[in-house]
């Protein structure tokens, strides 16, 4: 039933991702030509891009290039994506956890993780680090001590994937730090994960060192940036009732319904302690280091994803727990956040825009000698993203 309620949705929101699949930015101007430069598999499986290492990507042109070549490379990356994106998103129907216990909560959790989901993560390797960041909220939040078998493997297994993808899982370290600290006689799996967020992050650090990156990510780090980070962080904070799509009246009336609804819930949380303050000291965490990370510290909804799902555990949570008022409150949020999302959900002009050129297309015209480079998507006023063929090909390059 969630395998089909998840195609369903997949599919809804824009067929074509799946029928004319394309190639997404990095995915193309810096893995493939990576690949393509290097001369084949194990020369490019190993090296970092724009300041980190990131294994999802990397595998996923690895083996688009080593299997199809180019022509079928974007059916193996959009495959990849999905692949991720469902093994994270099917944690809460695998893993125990208080906080999605009832039988529908997982489908809600399902639900609002898609319709949430910015256009600019959906379906591309490149961003499966934010996917595999919730993975690592739900693995947190989960009553571990309830974990057995095979949901141990696929937890340890999907965490080691996510500390290799990049660092959205890995700055949860002193989260589960704390609680193999709590369980510390009995917490052996905690602790295990803990190793493994710690040599993630030693892993992306030396990364970083290696190759600081050159892209505008570069200077995501500079002190001037600074000024930025309070509007950075109110984005990621407000992002669940921040409407991404064109409606006049209608919607500022449906967002400012939204944004009152989550301010007057921010302060009930905060006021109401317990389980759901620390919920909210997550979000505020998981925000101000996101917004930290991201370029420029401005922000951004996919900085935004992992923060906006938290807020959602939250709202269910308070459905079964809080007072008739609160219970209101968080159903009124849910709905309002649901007439938000939902418009922008099935509107991906931005991220796949039919105008623009299609990836078999170029792939003709670079095989009819016309030209010796595929554009790529997106193709944004200020984008020019593209794989450039090498001069001189080299060995086990596939055009």
């Given at each position: ?6 195609i ?47 294994l999802?990507?990397?595998?996923a042109?690895?083996?688009?290039m080593?299997?199809?070549?180019l ?8 495959g ?27 489908y ?19 961003t ?32 080691l ?10 700055v949860l ?52 940036n ?57 979000a ?34 308070e ?41 078999a ?28 063929m ?8 596939k055009?």
């Amino acid at each position: 039933m969630a395998g089909l309620l998840f195609i369903a949705l997949v599919v809804l929101r824009e067929p074509a991702y799946l029928l004319a699949p394309r190639v997404w930015a990095e995915e193309g101007g810096i893995y493939a030509q990576a690949w393509l430069d290097a001369g084949g598999a194990l020369a490019a499986l190993f090296k970092p891009h724009l300041g980190y290492y990131s294994l999802v990507p990397t595998l996923a042109v690895q083996l688009g290039m080593g299997l199809g070549g180019l022509e079928y490379l974007p059916y193996v990356t959009t495959g990849v994506a999905a692949l991720m994106m469902a093994a994270c998103l099917a944690a809460p129907f695998v893993l125990p956890g208080h906080l999605w216990r009832e039988p529908w909560k997982p489908y809600a959790l399902l639900f609002f993780a898609l319709i949430l989901s910015p256009g600019e993560i959906w379906l591309n390797s490149i961003t499966s680090q934010f996917y595999l960041g919730l993975f690592g909220v739900y693995l947190l939040l989960c009553d571990q001590a309830e974990l057995r078998g095979w949901r141990v493997l696929y937890a340890s297994a999907m965490l080691l994937v996510a500390v290799l993808t990049g660092v959205t899982a890995t700055v949860l370290l002193p989260f589960f730090a704390l609680q193999a600290w709590r369980a510390r006689h009995r917490g052996a799996k905690a602790w295990l994960w803990c190793v493994i967020l710690l040599a993630g992050l030693v892993l992306q650090g030396v990364a970083h060192l290696a190759d600081p990156g050159g892209d505008p990510g570069a200077n995501r780090f500079s002190l001037a940036n600074l000024g930025n980070f309070p509007r950075g962080f109110g984005y990621v904070m407000v992002f669940p009732v921040n409407a991404q799509w064109s409606g006049g009246w209608i919607k500022e009336v449906v967002q400012g319904a939204a944004g009152v609804a989550l301010l007057l819930f921010w302060w009930a949380a905060v006021r109401q302690g317990g389980q759901v303050r620390r919920l909210l000291l997550l979000a505020v965490y998981l925000a101000a280091v996101f917004t930290a990370l991201s370029i420029g510290m401005g922000g951004g909804p996919r900085y935004a994803y992992p923060v906006a799902m938290v807020l959602v555990l939250i709202l269910l949570r308070e459905l079964d727990v809080a007072p008739r008022k609160g219970r209101r409150l968080a159903m009124a949020l849910l709905l309002l956040m649901v007439a938000v999302k939902l418009p922008a959900y099935v509107s991906t002009r931005k991220y796949y825009d039919p105008e623009w050129p299609a990836y078999a297309a170029e792939l003709a015209r670079l095989k009819a000698g016309e030209q010796d480079y595929i554009r790529v998507f997106p193709r944004w006023k200020n984008a020019d993203w593209r794989i450039v063929m090498p001069r001189a090909p080299k060995a086990g390059a596939k055009p």
